[in-house]
């Protein structure tokens, strides 16, 4: 099985080495191919406007100067051409990626276009306790559950348009309850912080942040993982509302 591993925290980030480690234990044949740099909160996005350059790290290891989305389609498009992935597997992401902020996440997005290039893709992040942790997050979580929930996923029969949204919570992963198949969840509450300051020139910049949750959905990602669960959410890219397509179609008869 060849498989193909990207993330959005950038080629040299702890998480993918964490992601090869769990990788290996289900085949030799694996090329990396992630952002040169941190692309959080890239989304879906493709770079148009400028060039990208490809360098190669190693064996079957390269980075790309663009978002998530363009390792992907170099990878699968050039560098994979005449080779193409079984397997893509994004992250593992330092940070959350549940309910709405899926849809800003470059890890999620990588997974993505995995789907949209007929490849069983999955995205996987290791939720981390507290802000500031820079490097020190720990992936204990993701290393001990990976193998446990990639297996089924893996074997699951390929169905079109259709990726994975893996989460390991952030606690001791003797602590951990299971593997919780979920769907996505929603906050309750606009989480967006503007943090404001100046800089040694004396100029003023502006930070965003997330904020938390109050309360969470029962029966989602978020509350499956505040209970200590692996979550495991199937996603799709067919973003039509389908229960609103008949109201719509009768504003225009």
């Known amino acids: ?20 480690e769990i990788a290996r234990r289900f085949s030799d044949d694996i090329w990396i191919v992630a952002p040169s740099e941190e692309q959080s909160g890239a989304g879906h996005s493709l770079t148009l406007t400028r060039p990208l350059r490809i360098r190669q790290h190693g064996e079957r290891h390269y980075s790309v100067t663009g978002t998530p989305t363009d390792a992907v389609m170099m990878a699968v498009g050039h560098l994979m051409k005449d080779a193409r992935p079984d397997l893509i597997l994004s992250g593992v992401n330092r940070g959350a990626n549940l309910a709405e902020d899926v849809t800003y996440s470059g890890t999620v ?19 981390y306790a ?21 297996r089924p996923l893996i074997a699951m029969p390929a169905s079109p348009r259709l990726l994975f949204n893996v989460n390991f919570p952030a606690i001791d992963p003797a602590a951990v309850k299971g593997i919780r198949v979920v769907r996505q969840g929603f906050h309750d509450v606009d989480r967006t912080r503007i943090v404001e300051g100046t800089d040694p020139r004396g100029y003023r910049y502006f930070w965003f942040g997330l904020g938390t949750s109050q309360s969470v959905p029962e029966g989602s990602d978020l509350a499956a993982i505040a209970e200590g669960y ?16 008949e109201a719509t179609a009768a504003l225009f008869d």
């Open 130 to 150: 507290r802000e500031g942790m820079g490097d020190a997050v720990p992936f204990a979580a993701a290393t001990a559950w990976g193998e446990q929930v990639l």
């Open 1 to 20: 099985m060849r498989i193909l591993l990207t993330n959005d925290d950038g080629v040299h980030a702890p998480g993918l080495k964490v992601l090869e």
């Open 109 to 127: 997005a990588a997974a993505m276009e995995g789907a949209i290039s007929g490849i069983k893709s999955i995205a996987l992040s290791q939720v």
């Open 230 to 245: 692996v979550t495991v959410t199937p996603l799709h890219y067919d973003l039509t509302q389908d229960s609103a397509m």
